[in-house]
T-cell receptor
Framework: KNEVEQSPQNLTAQEGEFITINCSYS?????LHWLQQHPGGGIVSLFM???GKKKHGRLIATINIQEKHSSLHITASHPRDSAVYIC??????????FGKGTRLSVIA | DAGVTQSPTHLIKTRGQQVTLRCSPI?????VSWYQQVLGQGPQFIFQ???????GRGNFPDRFSARQFPNYSSELNVNALLLGDSALYLC????????????FGPGTRLLVL
């Protein structure tokens, strides 16, 4: 079974800071997802990637398949970015395996 | 288009009772997955259904069961509730199985007393 580790577990940043959240996994994958979960519980899919880099607005996700590592970057962070960010991986058609999440608080 | 919907949003039950949670996928999506998220942890996979057939089952006891209907909506049933079943239950849909973007519902928060 794939083991997914995220770091840091908690992160507090000042508004405007550049933020990086890391995810590492133990077994080769077919896809990696970055998800955002707000306090109400609902989850939004931010990215699904299997190689390289994707960008959407102020969010950038990268993945290094050889190193089994992915990063989520937030540029010019804003208080509305405060949420839990979860990394999840899939190998073939196996179900998603989730990390425990990184709790981000952005202070104005 | 409506997103994934789940009902009810919140539920309180007592130990030993049974509960049924419901999920309606995005129109056109044929795959529905269920996840359990205990406070402070990442979600854990419970079931996946595709075209009304079970395609995967996580490490959960037989008290947990699910089904998918012809309209692709799904129900998750939990019998003989335990305190440890208290969690957020998430449903996600995608148009098929495999490495496809999953769209999550708002979840049902279950509290077992």
């Amino acid at each position: 079974k794939n083991e997914v580790e995220q770091s840091p577990q908690n992160l507090t940043a000042q508004e405007g800071e550049f933020i990086t959240i890391n995810c590492s996994y133990s077994v080769g994958i077919s896809a990696l997802h970055w998800l955002q979960q707000h306090p109400g519980g609902g989850i939004v899919s931010l990215f699904m990637l299997s190689s390289g880099k994707k960008k959407h607005g102020r969010l950038i996700a990268t993945i290094n398949i050889q190193e089994k590592h992915s990063s989520l970057h937030i540029t010019a962070s804003h208080p509305r970015d405060s949420a839990v960010y979860i990394c999840a991986v899939m190998s073939g058609n196996t179900p998603l395996v989730f990390g425990k999440g990184t709790r981000l608080s952005v202070i104005a | 288009d409506a997103g994934v919907t789940q009902s009810p949003t919140h539920l309180i039950k007592t130990r030993g009772q049974q509960v049924t949670l419901r999920c309606s996928p995005i129109s056109g999506h044929k795959s529905v997955s269920w996840y359990q998220q205990v406070l402070g942890q990442g979600p854990q996979f419970i079931f996946q259904y595709y075209e009304k057939e079970e395609r995967g089952r996580g490490n959960f006891p037989d008290r947990f069961s699910a089904r998918q209907f012809p309209n692709y909506s799904s129900e998750l049933n939990v019998n003989a509730l335990l305190l440890g079943d208290s969690a957020l239950y998430l449903c996600a849909s995608s148009w098929m199985t495999g490495p496809k973007t999953q769209y999550f519902g708002p979840g049902t928060r279950l509290l077992v007393l």
